[in-house]
């Protein structure tokens, strides 16, 4: 039973990791990016990858230390592919990039699926020769890794360097005008959110035994972007809440037909929800959809938690 | 020599499907400055009207004269049925967030089209599904059709080997049609006008949601029109129009977004270099990524696209 909860929290929390690195380009830099599912992959595989070079024994301390390596391997094939798309993408705007990253994240899932199969496990995925962490472990591990992120986020949100990604959301031409090196921004923004979603993957391979091209698709990407969007672009704190109540609706859905059935026991209205639960999917696009529309700024907006707590001059946003 | 000419006419009639449907995006795109995610989605039903339609047993009649009235109520139908689909998901979903923000109106097409997506899967089974009834044989729709050709048409006078050239032929009547609308009519007029400037096209007095709608039907139709001519030779399944759909707006894009030969050059040029790829042994396993990589060099080189302007953007 605790196996399955503390599943679920770190699940749950590698979707954290992943709202707060594309809340970093989509939400304080404006930029849409719809690819960002594939520096999660990227991570993942260059985790998984590096994991099976190496085998260490499970928990064994060089088990730790590759841990790390593997980390910080991920981290950088994630963020050399955000450079990678970053730099093309300088000269789009709006749903330019949103297609454009769009791209790429399917010639990303393309790759894995296709190339080299003997190496990445072609579309049944690529199994991990070291045993996954135990799930109490890997969710003590990607706590850690949350408190990493939030206060990397945060910090530079309150930099010069955050608020420039703020000012090029605003108004690009402005901020240049003001003398702020936009394409360099903006190539810095893609880079370190794709970074950081280059650990969520990392964390991800941690821990599970299979990682296939499919957990890496457009889905995952419409999944993270509804959740930021729920949160508050532009907010940490509604990037992680965001995260977390998506975290508990997908559960909720798909153990709703036996609550239902459990306290009215209609067929019809089970009938219903096993549709429901068959296709989540649908709930999801609703829920984006009447999101945007009616409250486009998220739960959140752009403010954060610690706004709450401030006293004297409010930080702009 | 062959193969190449056979690869060449693969690779225009693939391109006039993606034209076709990249019509429907340059369309939208250029009338309200949104790129309709869910475009591909109409491409979808045409195929399943289509399906529904075609997989009877009365398809399968030894009458050529029967068939060809089954066929030409499919394509019918099929046009009909996306263009009706085009029009409400406008009504529905887009209208009411006109003039807001740009990244409103992305989120909602990306959700429209997911919603659309899963709805079919949930009311058409997931499983793919082919035209030809069970118990026949799988080329029995285009086997049928052939024969009422051979039997009938084929002293019009020209040789249909296979259905490519069919495509061919449909695509180009098809671009004479939205010329001549685009071109010639008042419709037309009124279309290039609203899509130039919606508030002085209403100060003139063009109904701009009536312009707007009608464009989204015109779209829809092409698009349905696609699906059909696909679902003959392709199988049906609710996931079909992703694909296509994001190959089709790279067209759009290729081309000039906004422009309308520019979405037909577009189509074509992925469509060849799709298959001229794959004929110079390209594993057919990175067909998909060749549209994706045209993109990334267009937009690289000339992002306003092939035939389209680069606009200034003034502050």
Redesign the interface.
Known sequence: MADIVFSALLYMGIFVILSISLNLINGFTGMFSLGHAAFFGIGAYAAALYMNAVEPTLYSPAYWTHLCIGTALAMLAAGVAGLAVGVPCLRLTGDYLAIATLAFGEIVRIFFQSFRQDIFGGSRGLTLAVDKLDSHWAFLVVLAAIALATIVVRNIKSSATGRAFLAIRENEIAAQVMGMNASLLKVEAFVIGSALAGLAGALFAYSRYLIAPKDFGLMCTIMVLLMIVLGGLGSITGAILGAVVLGLIDPLVRYLPEIFAGITGREEDVAVLLMAKENPQIIYALLLIGLIRLRPQGIFGTRELSDLFRRGERAPS | MKELLQTILDGLAEGSLYAMIALGYTLV?GIVKL?NFAHGEFFMIGAYIGLFILATPASATSSPWLFALVLALAFGASVCGASLLAVATERI?YR??RG?????A???A???S??L???A??AFSPNPRSYAVPGNDPDACWGAFLRWYHAYAHPLGFELQNAKLLILIIAAVTLAFLYTLVMRTRFGKAMRATSQDLETAKLMGIDTDAVIARTFALGGAFAGLAGMLTGMLRIVEPMMG?MPG?KA??AA?VGGIGSIPGAVLGGLVIGLAENLAVFANL?S??K??V???I??LI??FR?GGILGVLRR?K?
Do not use: H, K, S, W
């Open positions: 795109y790129i979903a009411p967030i807001y923000d740009r990244i409103v992305l989120l909602t990306i959700g429209v997911f919603l997506q899963n709805l899967r949930l992703f994001l707006f790279v894009v594993d396993a990175y998909d990524a549209a994706f990589a993109l990334v937009l690289m992002p953007e502050v």
